[in-house]
Protein backbone atom coordinates (compact mmCIF):
# COMPACT_ATOMS: atom_id res chain seq x y z
CA UNK A 1 0.00 0.00 0.00
CA UNK A 2 1.46 3.64 -1.21
CA UNK A 3 0.82 6.21 1.29
CA UNK A 4 0.76 9.76 1.07
CA UNK A 5 1.41 11.67 4.12
CA UNK A 6 0.81 15.39 5.02
CA UNK A 7 2.20 17.43 7.66
CA UNK A 8 0.67 19.29 9.86
CA UNK A 9 -2.77 18.36 9.39
CA UNK A 10 -3.56 22.46 9.78
CA UNK A 11 -1.93 24.98 10.87
CA UNK A 12 -3.23 28.65 11.82
CA UNK A 13 -0.83 32.26 10.83
CA UNK A 14 -0.87 35.53 11.33
CA UNK A 15 -1.24 38.04 7.99
CA UNK A 16 2.13 38.80 6.78
CA UNK A 17 4.06 35.05 8.17
CA UNK A 18 5.49 33.11 6.05
CA UNK A 19 4.54 29.28 6.35
CA UNK A 20 6.00 25.68 4.87
CA UNK A 21 4.01 22.17 4.73
CA UNK A 22 5.51 18.53 3.89
CA UNK A 23 4.36 15.84 1.64
CA UNK A 24 5.82 12.54 1.85
CA UNK A 25 5.18 9.80 -0.23
CA UNK A 26 7.54 6.72 -1.23
CA UNK A 27 10.67 7.03 -2.70
CA UNK A 28 10.91 3.94 -5.07
CA UNK A 29 9.19 4.04 -8.64
CA UNK A 30 8.40 8.16 -8.52
CA UNK A 31 7.07 9.55 -11.31
CA UNK A 32 5.04 12.45 -10.78
CA UNK A 33 4.04 14.72 -7.85
CA UNK A 34 0.67 17.46 -7.73
CA UNK A 35 -0.06 20.14 -5.26
CA UNK A 36 -3.74 21.48 -5.16
CA UNK A 37 -5.38 24.35 -3.22
CA UNK A 38 -8.94 23.60 -2.71
CA UNK A 39 -10.80 26.86 -1.19
CA UNK A 40 -13.71 26.02 0.65
CA UNK A 41 -16.86 25.85 -1.64
CA UNK A 42 -14.72 26.04 -4.92
CA UNK A 43 -13.46 23.03 -6.91
CA UNK A 44 -9.57 22.16 -6.49
CA UNK A 45 -6.81 24.02 -7.95
CA UNK A 46 -3.77 22.86 -9.55
CA UNK A 47 -0.95 24.65 -8.19
CA UNK A 48 2.47 22.81 -9.29
CA UNK A 49 3.18 19.74 -11.31
CA UNK A 50 6.81 18.20 -10.16
CA UNK A 51 8.98 15.24 -11.95
CA UNK A 52 12.25 15.69 -11.73
CA UNK A 53 14.19 15.65 -8.23
CA UNK A 54 15.18 18.61 -7.34
CA UNK A 55 12.55 20.84 -9.24
CA UNK A 56 12.07 24.13 -7.67
CA UNK A 57 8.85 25.58 -9.00
CA UNK A 58 7.14 29.50 -8.39
CA UNK A 59 3.44 30.84 -8.76
CA UNK A 60 3.67 34.04 -7.13
CA UNK A 61 3.85 33.91 -3.48
CA UNK A 62 4.09 29.92 -3.48
CA UNK A 63 6.69 28.07 -3.87
CA UNK A 64 7.45 24.40 -3.84
CA UNK A 65 10.74 21.64 -3.63
CA UNK A 66 10.80 18.23 -4.37
CA UNK A 67 13.61 15.74 -3.37
CA UNK A 68 12.05 11.70 -5.00
CA UNK A 69 15.43 10.11 -3.10
CA UNK A 70 14.47 10.83 0.11
CA UNK A 71 10.50 11.04 -0.60
CA UNK A 72 9.13 14.30 0.21
CA UNK A 73 8.04 18.10 -1.52
CA UNK A 74 7.86 21.23 0.33
CA UNK A 75 5.22 23.76 -0.55
CA UNK A 76 6.28 27.74 0.66
CA UNK A 77 3.78 30.28 1.14
CA UNK A 78 5.56 33.76 1.58
CA UNK A 79 3.82 36.37 3.53
CA UNK A 80 0.62 34.60 3.43
CA UNK A 81 -2.49 36.52 3.07
CA UNK A 82 -6.12 35.81 4.13
CA UNK A 83 -6.40 34.74 0.85
CA UNK A 84 -4.22 32.05 0.94
CA UNK A 85 -6.52 30.28 3.72
CA UNK A 86 -7.49 26.29 1.73
CA UNK A 87 -6.62 23.16 1.90
CA UNK A 88 -3.54 22.50 0.20
CA UNK A 89 -3.47 18.88 -1.55
CA UNK A 90 -0.74 16.63 -2.42
CA UNK A 91 -0.98 13.67 -4.86
CA UNK A 92 1.99 11.51 -5.90
CA UNK A 93 1.91 9.30 -9.21
CA UNK A 94 3.82 5.78 -8.60
CA UNK A 95 5.59 4.88 -12.21
CA UNK A 96 3.67 1.50 -11.80
CA UNK A 97 0.40 2.33 -12.79
CA UNK A 98 0.23 6.39 -13.24
CA UNK A 99 -2.68 6.77 -10.72
CA UNK A 100 -2.46 9.47 -8.33
CA UNK A 101 -2.80 8.76 -4.33
CA UNK A 102 -3.81 11.80 -2.38
CA UNK A 103 -2.70 12.83 0.92
CA UNK A 104 -4.98 14.49 3.22
CA UNK A 105 -4.34 17.48 3.01
CA UNK A 106 -2.95 20.83 5.42
CA UNK A 107 -5.87 23.15 5.92
CA UNK A 108 -3.82 26.70 5.99
CA UNK A 109 -6.04 29.55 7.99
CA UNK A 110 -4.75 33.12 7.74
CA UNK A 111 -5.47 35.82 10.42
CA UNK A 112 -6.00 39.21 8.98
CA UNK B 1 -13.90 28.67 -13.80
CA UNK B 2 -12.04 25.73 -14.54
CA UNK B 3 -14.87 24.50 -17.36
CA UNK B 4 -15.61 21.51 -15.82
CA UNK B 5 -19.07 20.64 -14.54
CA UNK B 6 -20.56 18.48 -12.86
CA UNK B 7 -23.97 17.75 -12.12
CA UNK B 8 -26.47 17.16 -10.20
CA UNK B 9 -24.57 19.28 -7.67
CA UNK B 10 -26.71 17.43 -4.63
CA UNK B 11 -28.72 14.71 -4.52
CA UNK B 12 -30.38 12.40 -1.76
CA UNK B 13 -31.02 8.76 -2.45
CA UNK B 14 -31.69 5.71 -0.52
CA UNK B 15 -29.59 2.55 0.08
CA UNK B 16 -29.91 0.19 -2.70
CA UNK B 17 -30.82 2.58 -5.29
CA UNK B 18 -28.93 3.45 -8.19
CA UNK B 19 -27.32 6.97 -9.52
CA UNK B 20 -25.88 8.72 -12.35
CA UNK B 21 -23.50 11.36 -12.05
CA UNK B 22 -22.41 13.70 -14.99
CA UNK B 23 -19.72 15.15 -16.38
CA UNK B 24 -18.27 17.82 -18.84
CA UNK B 25 -14.46 18.16 -19.39
CA UNK B 26 -13.05 21.05 -20.41
CA UNK B 27 -13.05 21.55 -24.54
CA UNK B 28 -9.86 20.51 -25.89
CA UNK B 29 -9.31 17.38 -22.69
CA UNK B 30 -9.16 13.74 -23.41
CA UNK B 31 -8.92 12.28 -20.14
CA UNK B 32 -11.76 12.65 -17.19
CA UNK B 33 -10.88 11.08 -13.41
CA UNK B 34 -13.38 10.61 -10.32
CA UNK B 35 -12.51 11.23 -7.36
CA UNK B 36 -14.53 10.37 -4.19
CA UNK B 37 -14.37 12.72 -0.84
CA UNK B 38 -15.71 11.39 2.24
CA UNK B 39 -16.04 13.84 5.23
CA UNK B 40 -12.25 14.09 6.74
CA UNK B 41 -10.53 12.25 3.71
CA UNK B 42 -8.63 12.79 1.00
CA UNK B 43 -9.96 12.11 -2.41
CA UNK B 44 -10.27 9.14 -3.78
CA UNK B 45 -9.34 7.57 -7.11
CA UNK B 46 -12.05 5.65 -8.49
CA UNK B 47 -11.21 5.58 -12.46
CA UNK B 48 -9.82 7.36 -15.02
CA UNK B 49 -11.36 7.44 -18.85
CA UNK B 50 -9.22 8.16 -21.94
CA UNK B 51 -10.38 8.78 -24.72
CA UNK B 52 -12.91 6.48 -24.43
CA UNK B 53 -11.39 3.48 -22.26
CA UNK B 54 -11.08 2.82 -18.86
CA UNK B 55 -7.65 3.51 -18.30
CA UNK B 56 -6.51 2.55 -14.53
CA UNK B 57 -9.56 1.98 -11.27
CA UNK B 58 -8.76 2.08 -7.92
CA UNK B 59 -10.05 -0.19 -5.00
CA UNK B 60 -13.66 0.33 -5.36
CA UNK B 61 -15.97 -2.37 -6.18
CA UNK B 62 -17.74 -3.01 -9.76
CA UNK B 63 -21.11 -1.25 -8.68
CA UNK B 64 -18.87 1.69 -9.32
CA UNK B 65 -18.73 1.77 -13.33
CA UNK B 66 -18.50 4.71 -15.80
CA UNK B 67 -18.22 5.68 -19.35
CA UNK B 68 -16.45 8.22 -21.09
CA UNK B 69 -18.62 9.39 -24.65
CA UNK B 70 -16.81 10.20 -27.78
CA UNK B 71 -16.63 14.44 -26.87
CA UNK B 72 -15.07 13.31 -23.30
CA UNK B 73 -17.86 13.49 -21.29
CA UNK B 74 -18.41 10.90 -18.66
CA UNK B 75 -20.74 9.36 -16.21
CA UNK B 76 -20.01 7.84 -13.12
CA UNK B 77 -23.16 4.99 -12.26
CA UNK B 78 -23.14 3.50 -8.95
CA UNK B 79 -25.98 0.73 -8.38
CA UNK B 80 -27.01 -0.68 -4.89
CA UNK B 81 -26.34 2.36 -3.13
CA UNK B 82 -24.82 1.72 0.28
CA UNK B 83 -25.01 4.63 3.15
CA UNK B 84 -20.76 4.89 3.26
CA UNK B 85 -21.41 5.59 -0.63
CA UNK B 86 -22.43 9.13 0.90
CA UNK B 87 -19.61 11.84 -0.04
CA UNK B 88 -18.45 14.39 -2.48
CA UNK B 89 -17.88 12.90 -6.07
CA UNK B 90 -15.37 15.29 -8.15
CA UNK B 91 -14.33 14.93 -11.66
CA UNK B 92 -11.46 15.77 -12.86
CA UNK B 93 -10.59 16.64 -16.70
CA UNK B 94 -7.12 16.70 -18.59
CA UNK B 95 -4.98 16.78 -21.91
CA UNK B 96 -2.96 13.66 -21.92
CA UNK B 97 -0.17 13.18 -24.57
CA UNK B 98 0.33 9.51 -23.63
CA UNK B 99 -0.79 6.36 -22.44
CA UNK B 100 -1.38 5.89 -19.55
CA UNK B 101 -1.75 10.03 -18.51
CA UNK B 102 0.15 10.93 -15.06
CA UNK B 103 1.44 14.45 -15.45
CA UNK B 104 -1.02 16.63 -16.94
CA UNK B 105 -2.44 19.33 -14.52
CA UNK B 106 -6.15 18.26 -13.54
CA UNK B 107 -9.38 20.69 -14.09
CA UNK B 108 -11.80 19.68 -11.14
CA UNK B 109 -15.30 20.32 -11.22
CA UNK B 110 -17.42 21.50 -8.22
CA UNK B 111 -18.29 17.80 -7.43
CA UNK B 112 -21.59 16.57 -7.09
CA UNK B 113 -22.82 15.88 -3.13
CA UNK B 114 -24.36 12.63 -2.77
CA UNK B 115 -26.51 11.44 0.77
CA UNK B 116 -27.56 8.33 1.28
CA UNK B 117 -30.28 7.96 3.55
Known amino acids: ILNVEQSPQSLHVQEGDSTNFTCSFPSSNFYALHWYRWETAKSPEALFVMTLNGDEKKKGRISATLNTKEGYSYLYIKGSQPEDSATYLCAFINGNNRKLIWGLGTSLAVNP | ?117
Open chain 2, 1 to 117: ETGVTQSPTHLIKTRGQQVTLRCSSQSGHNTVSWYQQALGQGPQFIFQYYREEENGRGNFPPRFSGLQFPNYSSELNVNALELDDSALYLCASSLAMERPPGTGELFFGEGSRLTVL
